[in-house]
Every structure is written in C-alpha cells, then in structure tokens.
C-alpha cells in the first residue's frame, strides 16, 4: 500500500491512467487501484513571462540548468 500527498505544495496534478485489480483471497476478493499521475513543479509559462517582465538587473533574467533529468 503506498499513499502519496501529492498537490498541496502547489503542484499540478493530473491522473493519466488508472487501473482497477480484482484479485480473490481466502476471505474475499480484494479490489486494488493503480494511479499513473503526471505531476508539474514548476510555473506556467505565463507565470514566467510575467515575472520576467518584474526585473530590473542587468543579471536577472533566465539561466539554462545543465543538470540531467529523468525524462520518461
């Protein structure tokens, strides 16, 4: 059984699948979900634009990560 919290620090949500099990055992029959969810950190791209439009210094502005991600 695994239970997440996922959303409540602002993230975006969304469930991509889900998946139902039925599966029998000595006393019944158990039913189990699989949630297959996608989840955004990060900001809108309108929500960028704004706050980029904010700055003022001359070295304030966007900056590329070189760190490798796990893409799927």
Same mark, same amino acid.
């Given at each position: 059984?695994?239970?997440?919290?996922?959303?409540?620090?602002?993230?975006?949500?969304?469930?991509?699948?889900?998946?139902?099990?039925?599966?029998?055992?000595?006393?019944?029959?158990?039913?189990?979900?699989?949630?297959?969810?996608?989840? $955004?950190?990060?900001?809108?791209?309108?929500?960028?634009? $704004?706050?980029?439009?904010?700055?003022?210094?001359?070295? $304030?502005?966007?900056?590329?990560?070189?760190?490798?991600?796990?893409?799927?």
């Amino acid at each position: 059984m695994c239970l997440a919290d996922l959303g409540t620090a602002g993230e975006n949500v969304k469930r991509v699948k889900m998946y139902t099990f039925l599966r029998k055992h000595a006393t019944g029959v158990a039913t189990t979900e699989l949630h297959i969810v996608h989840v $955004e950190r990060g900001m809108s791209w309108q929500e960028v634009m $704004e706050r980029w439009g904010e700055l003022t210094g001359s070295k $304030e502005g966007f900056y590329l990560s070189h760190q490798v991600r796990m893409s799927v």
